[in-house]
C-alpha cells in the first residue's frame, strides 16, 4: 500500500515484539532499515538470520537509546554511512511493573530512561539529520497506558503520556521543514512484552476491550506505515489508538 523505496528508516528496538513486525513491514515494502537494539545479540542475529533475504537492506545496531553520548555516535556514524533519513521510529521500550509503594527508584528511571529520553535523544538527533532534507515522519510508539493509567505502571503511563505530550512540542517546531511527529498507541498486543502477564490478568484485561481479544503486531504496522510514508503530509501531533476500542 505505501512505497518506501529509496528510503531509510530507523526502527529502535527494531528485533523484537512490535519493533520486528515493524521491521519487517518496511523491508516488505522497499525501505532500508537500521533496527537497532539494546542487549540481546542472540536474538538479533537471529532476527537478522531469519531476514537474510534483504541482505543489506537490513542493518543492525547496538546502543542504548537512555545514553546520550552512544545516540550521538549512532548518528554520527549513521551520516557517514547513509545518505538520508527519512522515518525514524521511537520504539524501544520497556516495563518495571509494580504499586507504587513498593517501585523503586531504579526501576522508576529504568522505564523513564529509555522509553521517555530515549525518545528525547533520539528525536533530536533525527531531527538534525532531517532538516537537511526538509523531509522528515517521526513516529512515536506511546501506549494506551499512557492515558488510562493501569495499575502497577506509574512509571509506564509515565513515560507513554511524556511522549505524547513531547509530540505536541515538536511537532510545532518541525512542521515547517516538512517533518511530522505522530504517535501510535497499542493496547495489548501479542508480543513477549506482556507474555509475562499472568493468566488471570490476561483475562481480566481481555473482558476490558470491546473486542473481546489482544492485538496483532500486524495490525499495530499498518498504522505505523501511514504515518511514516509521504501520504501523511498534512497529519502532525496526532495520536492514535490502536486497542480494539479500549479507551480511556
Avoid at 517521526?138 to 488510562?148: E, F, Y
Wanted: with cysteine; glycine share 8%.
Amino acid at each position: 500500500m505505501y512505497q518506501f523505496d529509496g528510503q531509510h528508516v530507523i526502527v529502535t528496538g527494531g528485533t523484537r515484539g512490535i519493533g520486528a513486525g515493524l521491521t519487517e513491514a518496511f523491508l516488505k515494502n522497499g525501505a532500508t532499515v537500521i533496527a537497532t537494539y539494546s542487549g540481546n545479540d542472540e536474538a538479533a542475529n537471529s532476527f537478522k538470520e531469519k531476514h537474510s533475504l534483504y541482505g543489506e537492506k537490513l542493518r543492525l545496531k547496538k546502543f542504548d537509546v537512555s545514553k546520550t553520548a552512544e545516540v550521538e555516535k549512532f548518528f554520527q556514524e549513521y551520516e557517514q554511512e547513509f545518505p538520508s533519513l527519512e522515518v525514524l521510529v521511537n520504539n524501544a521500550g520497556i516495563r518495571r511493573d509494580s504499586i507504587i509503594p513498593s517501585m523503586n527508584e531504579a526501576d522508576w528511571d529504568a522505564v523513564i530512561d529509555t522509553n521517555l529520553k530515549g525518545t528525547y535523544n533520539m528525536t533530536r538527533f533525527a531531527v538534525l539529520a532531517m532538516m537537511k532534507n526538509r523531509y522528515g515522519r517521526i513516529v512515536n510508539m506511546s501506549s494506551i497506558g499512557g492515558k488510562l493509567g493501569l495499575p502497577g505502571q506509574a512509571n509506564y503511563a509515565a513515560s507513554k503520556a511524556g511522549q505524547i505530550a513531547m509530540s505536541l512540542s515538536v511537532s510545532k517546531e518541525v512542521a515547517k521543514r516538512n517533518i511530522t511527529v505522530n504517535n501510535v498507541c497499542p493496547g495489548f498486543i501479542e508480543t513477549e512484552l506482556i507474555a509475562d502477564l499472568p493468566d488471570d490478568q490476561v483475562k481480566e484485561y481481555k473482558s476490558q476491550v470491546p473486542m473481546k481479544r489482544f492485538g496483532k503486531v500486524q495490525e499495530v504496522a499498518h498504522a505505523v506505515l501511514f504515518f511514516a510514508s509521504k501520504e501523511s503530509s498534512y497529519i502532525t501531533g496526532t495520536s492514535l489508538d490502536i486497542a480494539g476500542g479500549l479507551n480511556a
